[in-house]
């Protein structure tokens, strides 16, 4: 066939001819006829191995002398028959550890004191009492470019959250209740984010008046203090989520240009994209949004994820993580009709997740509470920071976990004068959710403009 010898002459066939094939068909052909071993000798041969001689063609068997570099011996390569060059023996495997975090600041002295300056302006006494702020666009491009590496450096699944933090629930936009929960630690003239850890459970933007505030102090505090804030992820910090339900109008009714707006709002949203889905407090409580997932849910699955993270229904595990309710009275799990996603959970669903993950509690948001907490079978802990939720009579509260690991709760008590001046604020800010004809100006996630859309019955919490 062409160029090409019979099989019992293969030992005489040289490299150029070996590979002389003019066509598909004589390829198939005579790869079909070749023997096992010798198929085998070709596909080394196409590796880069050396066959020094044939020393037996006995019933189509043949036996090949094959010989490697030093190099390669020293490095305890071997030839596969698979056709590559070489693997390495199991020995020489070594396991990833995952990203590392960043524990210190990188910031130079004079960029900590621009990160200072903006933080001074977000609680500055007029600010907490609802005045916005028109950020320059180059500081929000320099906090948002600046926070990335810190998130980026963060597990899906942060393991080494120590004991003596306090847990934050929901915010939604109110930089007032931030403020309040951070004087709740101020010590001998320094803030709170100074002198104790926080861990956020997410939903920062959205409903709220103030969440371009909310967003840039966190931010900051991340970038000046890596290693006393957490933040992790909630399902408002999705874009298909911001965009609709008040982040996309809060920025696009602060900026004028519409270019201005849509980097504004792509900047925070790739920064989203990479925070943290869950952390487990001392080894003892887990984290998240909204709880549990039914989907391998243990810390080797969580490992193996990683970020950025587009969308919330991409996998089970992340869209559970962000939008699960738990049901008391549930047996099993059933679909979140409330949501319309993801899942409920009952007790037994909880304890299975509970001794997979390794943990003896758990700690969620995604749930209004009216007295700022729940708890949930004495192992699932629901807290809610936002005082006045959305026009509403709730409390807040934190969660402390001391430094022996018990979990103390502290109420945020609504106040009636400042929830009436949001609602007028609202008011004026505002367009009405409630009447099907007016129009509000929302994101397009698509093409990441914004343009008019109608406001639709309220179901994301």
């Known amino acids: 066939m062409g160029n ?18 003019s066509s598909e068909e004589e390829a198939e052909d005579y790869v079909s006829g070749l023997e096992t071993s010798e198929l085998r000798a070709v596909q080394r041969q196409a ?50 550890a995952g990203p590392q975090r960043i524990r210190e600041s990188k910031l130079e002295s004079y960029q900590k004191d621009k990160f200072r300056e903006i933080l001074d302006r977000i609680f500055h006494k007029d600010t907490i009492m609802g005045a916005k702020i028109i950020f320059e666009p180059q500081d929000i491009e320099h906090v948002t470019g600046a926070v990335l590496p810190y998130l980026e450096s963060e597990p899906v699944l942060i393991e080494d959250v120590p004991y003596d933090i306090v847990i934050v629930g929901d915010l939604h936009g109110q930089l007032y209740d931030l403020d309040r929960v951070f004087r709740l630690y101020a010590k001998d003239g320094k803030p709170g984010w100074e002198c104790m850890k926080f861990l956020f459970l997410g939903d920062y933007v959205d409903r709220g008046r103030q969440a371009l505030e909310v967003m840039m102090a966190l931010f900051c505090i991340k970038v000046l203090h890596p290693d006393r804030i957490f933040l992790l992820r909630g399902n408002h910090e999705f874009i298909d989520i911001n965009a609709n339900w008040g982040f996309g109008f809060d920025i696009r009714e602060r900026y004028d240009k519409l270019a201005t707006a849509c980097a504004i709002f792509h900047q925070f949203n790739e920064a989203f994209a990479n925070l943290s889905l869950a952390a487990i407090v001392g080894n003892s409580y887990f ?10 849910f243990t810390r080797r699955q969580l490992r193996g994820k990683y970020k950025p993270i587009m969308f919330s229904d991409g996998d089970a595990i992340t869209n559970d993580l962000m939008w699960a309710d738990p049901a008391q009275g549930l047996k099993g799990s059933t679909f979140n009709k409330e949501r319309e ?30 007295e700022g907490y729940g708890n ?18 709730n409390k807040g509260a934190i969660a402390h976990v001391d430094p022996t690991g018990k979990v103390h709760f502290t109420v945020l008590e609504i106040n009636p004068k400042r929830a009436a001046f949001e609602s007028k604020l609202r008011a004026v800010e505002y367009i009405s959710k409630e009447d099907p004809n007016v129009k509000t100006t929302r994101f397009d996630v698509g093409s990441g403009y914004i343009k008019g859309g109608r406001g639709g019955k309220d179901a994301v919490e």
């Open 4 to 21: 090409f010898a019979s099989s019992n002459d293969f030992s005489s066939t040289s490299d150029s001819d070996m590979w002389a094939i």
């Open 47 to 96: 590796a880069g191995a050396t066959a020094t001689s044939v020393s037996q063609v006995d019933g189509g068997v043949a036996t090949q002398k094959l010989t490697t570099n030093d190099q390669t011996e020293q490095k305890g390569w071997v030839p596969k028959p698979c056709g590559f060059e070489a693997v390495v023996n199991d020995d020489e495997w070594e396991t990833w």
């Open 287 to 296: 984290c998240s949004h909204s709880g549990i997932s039914l989907a391998g």
């Open 341 to 370: 996603q993801s899942c409920f959970f009952g007790f037994d669903e909880l304890c299975l997740a509970m001794e997979r993950m390794e943990v003896i509690a758990v700690f969620r948001g995604h749930s209004m509470m009216q």
């Open 376 to 393: 949930t079978w004495n192992v699932c802990y629901t807290v809610f920071t936002a005082t006045g939720y959305d026009k509403g009579t």
